[in-house]
């Protein structure tokens, strides 16, 4: 049986790649040194939307940076996270306050949890920590919006699945709209991105923490 390459849209790869290089905390010149490659060419390949790599520098700078070939051509994207097989005498670690609020503040994309008619409902959407609290934009007529004046949870994990470790954090709390001026021109100012759903999402809530916890998976 032939297996034949994912198909990638056009310059995935480049960014793929900066991504991870990023994650690391790597610089262009490093993760060259490591591949072999000139750093210009690995310049172009991350901003050059026609870029296209040939097998073997893949697989160099899947090397580079600790991934997978197909991690960072895309065939993993439609994939949870969490495939990995469970590590040996791993331990399941509470943690502070302080280190929940500084994972919470390194993500963008979290799940909010909100009571509906049908049931209990959980959505993505993309968050900042603002004030000490977790604040998203949403639609009037959007799911997210329901959580108005209610009780409401908000988590954020991460997996490794290398490494068969990650961790959660559980935000509990009252979620308000923000009708200030001032405060809706704050928060533009300090969200990173727009909703990735589009559209017109201009309403602002904040959920008011009553309880952060978290928990981490070390491998001993």
């Keep these: ?65 600790d991934t997978s070939v197909s991690a960072l051509s ?28 500084k994972l919470l503040s390194t993500h963008g994309v979290g799940r909010l949890a909100l009571s509906m008619p049908e049931g209990i409902t959980v959505v993505p959407v993309n968050y900042c920590v603002a004030d000490g609290t977790i604040a998203f934009r949403t639609s009037p007529a959007a799911t997210p919006a329901e959580a108005t004046d209610t009780k409401c949870a908000f988590e954020v994990d991460e ?9 959660s954090v559980l935000v509990r709390g009252m979620a308000h709209t923000v009708t200030d001026p001032a405060g809706v021109r704050r928060l533009d100012e300090q969200a990173y991105t727009g909703p990735w759903a589009g559209g ?21």
């Design 159 to 167: 997996a490794d699945d290398a490494l068969s470790q990650g961790w």
């Design 74 to 101: 895309g065939g993993e994207a439609d994939l949870p996270a969490g495939r990995g097989q469970a590590a040996g005498h791993a331990e399941l670690v509470e943690l502070g306050r302080e280190e929940c609020w």
């Design 1 to 65: 049986m032939t297996n034949h390459p994912a198909t990638t849209a056009t310059g995935d790869i480049g960014r793929r790649i900066a991504m991870r290089r990023a994650e690391l905390g790597l610089s262009q010149e490093d993760v060259a040194a490591r591949t072999g490659i000139a750093p210009g060419y690995l310049r172009y390949v991350e901003q050059e939307a026609t870029a296209a790599p040939g097998v073997a520098t893949l697989r160099g700078l899947a090397r580079a940076l």
């Design 200 to 220: 017109e999402r201009d309403l602002w809530l904040r959920i008011t923490p009553s309880s952060v916890t978290g928990r981490r998976i070390v491998v001993g």
